[in-house]
Antibody, heavy 118, light 107 residues
């Protein structure tokens, strides 16, 4: 059974930092591009960042470039995102997602809530 | 960025109804269009990729069609477990983008 389990969410002040983790199991993690996707009631679903199987390529939505860094550890079947200089508009549920055929979002975690507020 | 629109934004339907949801993109995306179902408090679930390819385990009452800029998700004979919000997503170009969603609820 495919499982993606996020952790690390919580309440952080504006300008603060947070690191989210995602533990993968039930599939060959190292074969998949991986992504973070976030969801807010106001903006809906938004792709945040993606990373290639070997970590050699990374892509980000413009709104997080220079503030967020996606990374992975294939030996630990884990995905990460380091989020710095957090803003109120980064408040969302963050999902860890495995990318499948034709760049569809095939497997999803249950999500972790990040709240940026003073 | 490619803009996505969905219509309707919400609809009320009865069990057994046929439901059609439309997704339009601001530029041609070939068949790089995916559909997701999301229930309250849960993560989205991939139903259809590449406009018309049903994911393994998804009931055959779901179908997708279209190419270019106009796409359709059809649910034949709506079942109680199908009441949810449906999103389209283009994976043609970065940033990939999602539609605003269509909420299907019980009439």
């Amino acid at each position: 059974e495919v499982q993606l389990v996020e952790s690390g969410g919580g309440l952080v002040q504006p300008g603060g930092s947070l690191r989210l983790s995602c533990a993968a199991s039930g599939f060959t993690f190292s074969n998949y591009w991986m992504s973070w996707v976030r969801q807010t009631p106001g903006k809906g679903l938004e792709w945040v960042a993606s990373i290639k199987q070997d970590g050699s390529e990374e892509y980000y939505v413009d709104s997080v470039k220079g503030r967020f860094t996606i990374s992975r550890d294939n030996a630990k079947n884990s995905l990460y995102v380091q989020m710095n200089s957090l803003r109120a508009e980064d408040t969302a549920v963050y999902y860890c997602v495995a990318i499948g055929r034709l760049r569809s979002f095939e497997f999803w975690g249950q999500g972790t809530l990040v709240t940026v507020s003073s | 960025d490619i803009q996505m629109t969905q219509s309707p934004s919400s609809l009320s339907a009865s069990v057994g109804d046929r439901v059609t949801i439309t997704c339009r993109t601001s530029q041609s995306i070939s068949s790089y269009l995916n559909w997701y179902q999301q229930k309250p408090g849960k993560a989205p679930k991939l139903l259809i990729c590449a406009a018309s390819s049903l994911q393994s385990g998804v009931p055959s009452r779901f179908s997708g069609s279209g190419s270019g800029t106009d796409f359709t998700l059809t649910i034949n004979s709506l079942q109680p477990e199908d009441f949810a919000t449906y999103y389209c997503q283009q994976s043609y170009s970065t940033p990939v983008t999602f539609g605003p969603g269509t909420k299907v609820d019980i009439k």
